[in-house]
């Protein structure tokens, strides 16, 4: 399958970003999402956006969190193309390092 664009989400799109948070219980109701360039990547597939994570670039460390995919497309490696850029722009950004949380299962070797 070809990746999915990678970009920055512009604030227009925060109502779409939250959407995509809130199917999976991620953030709290009651938000303001009108401004959240340029805290937020987004993925893209024919035009539509079916995942998000916030990058948050710092000194020395940067943050990766709030990884989401849309429902419909989830585990199909939009994710792992989000998380890859995530890091890609923190690199790009001189961080030293990063932090993140997941609350997915460890994978363990079978």
């Given amino acids: ?3 999915p664009l990678i970009r920055l989400a512009q604030d227009n799109e925060g109502e779409e970003i939250y959407r995509i948070l809130d199917s999976w219980g991620m953030v709290p109701k ?48 939009n994710g792992w193309h989000l998380f890859r850029a995530a890091e890609r722009l923190l690199v790009k950004s001189k961080c030293d390092g990063f932090t993140t949380i997941s609350d997915y299962p460890p994978i363990t070797e079978s």
Avoid: N
């Fill in 30 to 77: 009651g938000l303001d999402w009108s401004k959240i360039y340029p805290c937020w990547l987004v993925a893209e597939r024919r035009g539509k956006i079916v995942g998000t994570c916030q990058v948050l670039v710092g000194y020395p460390m940067g943050h990766i969190g709030f990884l989401a995919v849309d429902r419909s497309v989830h585990m199909l490696g």
């Fill in 1 to 3: 399958m070809k990746p």
